[in-house]
């Protein structure tokens, strides 16, 4: 079933889904999303205090969906009009930043994950790799990256024109036109996709935070009493983010990729497709779109400092800006507030901060210098 077709001997459920439910559900995500990633943007690149190097992976996150949505409204006009009036450069551009947001989301998710780790089992000999220099050069890699996987479509995305009548009247399309001689290629391709856009990336994920939650569980760190609080909220606020992410990518991903599984086992039997599976097919393929409206609320609503800092932003106005971005955020986890007090007769183990949570190993050798001395 081609989502561009407006054969009415289709059932009109199809029919609606296709040409009107889908229309609408694009343009509300590329609206809200663009709205969204678009203050995510600003607030990491202006406020000062957002500026750490998860946040770096974040803000690639952000850039990576703000230009998939900016060709969604392309599709959605495609969906409902059947037709593609924009030409072929806006053709690959639609067809490459959707498959370059699904490979940079994924790969980037797993980035932010492996740093995450380094920092956990290696938090002294990390500091000095983990910079934001290093976090942009990482990043680099996975733009890059996700082109090179994506580089199918990008090649055969082209306008299409199809006869619609015996009058002679053509209709153009944004498509993969795929050479005869390589029709084989899409059960390929579709194998290929699912390797490399969800399951190895979900693996990852999966390995590195579960690894986090069991190293949170089982370290042997002491916090002092002034810091106890903050320590705890702090470790709630990573198993808050740890479950969104995963639960968020696997519940916007994994409907597509089980009905690609399933569509491909049907062209490798030559069976045809029923139209309750192209109806599924369709609601997944927005299912999967949301992925980028739900990254910004995921990965920084949920940050007690960017929440200020919007605050600041809405609530006080263009002339309380400088402000925000010479002075400290105010939250209690901080470098001065958050110490690591190990007992004589534990050695020291990793740990997790997020963000805005880190351990001033540096200052504590220092201050039990200086006690020593004294």
């Not at 296709?18 to 969204?36: C, D, E, Q």
């Not at 932003?313 to 010479?326: M, P």
Request: charged share 15%; aromatic share 16%.
């Amino acid at each position: 079933m081609d989502y561009s077709t407006n054969d009415t001997s289709l059932p009109p459920v199809y029919l609606f889904i296709t040409s009107n439910l889908n229309p609408f559900i694009f343009v509300v995500i590329s609206l809200a999303g663009l709205i969204g990633n678009g203050l995510v943007i600003f607030c990491l690149l202006y406020f000062t205090n957002l500026k750490t190097v998860p946040n770096v992976y974040i803000l690639n996150l952000a850039v990576i969906d703000l230009f998939f949505l900016l060709g969604l409204p392309l599709m959605a006009y495609q969906y409902h009009f059947h037709d593609w009036p924009f030409g072929v450069v806006l053709c690959k551009f639609a067809n490459g930043m959707d498959v370059v947001n699904q490979y940079g989301s994924a790969w980037t998710l797993v980035a932010m994950s492996a740093d995450r780790f380094t920092a956990v089992v290696y938090p002294l000999s990390s500091m000095q790799r983990r910079t934001r220099s290093c976090a942009r050069m990482v990043c680099t890699v996975v733009v890059v990256w996700s082109f090179v996987l994506g580089a199918f479509n990008w090649i055969f995305a082209t306008v299409v024109s199809f006869q619609v009548d015996d009058s002679g009247k053509e209709e153009q399309f944004c498509m993969l036109d795929i050479p005869a001689n390589l029709t084989s290629m899409h059960i390929i391709y579709s194998a290929f996709n699912f390797t490399f856009g969800f399951a190895i990336p979900l693996a990852a994920i999966l390995f590195f935070y579960m690894s986090i939650f069991y190293i949170m569980q089982t370290n042997d760190f002491y916090f002092r009493s002034n810091a106890k609080t903050a320590a705890q909220r702090a470790s709630k606020r990573v198993a808050v983010l740890t479950i969104a992410v995963i639960v968020v990518f696997f519940i916007c991903w994994m409907p597509y990729y089980t009905v690609q599984f399933k569509l491909l086992l049907q062209d490798m039997r030559n069976e045809g497709y029923t139209i309750s599976l192209s109806v599924i097919q369709q609601l997944s393929i927005a299912l999967c779109y949301m992925n980028s409206l739900f990254n910004p609320f995921v990965y920084t609503f949920i940050g007690e400092n960017f929440r200020k800092n919007l605050a600041k932003l809405f609530c006080y106005g263009a002339r309380n800006l400088n402000r925000g971005r010479s002075g400290r955020d105010s939250s209690s986890y901080t470098r001065s507030t958050v110490k690591l007090q190990p007992l004589k007769r534990h050695k020291t183990k990793a740990t997790y901060y997020p963000s805005d949570v880190t351990i001033d190993v540096a200052n504590e050798r220092n201050n039990n210098t200086a006690t020593t001395a004294t």
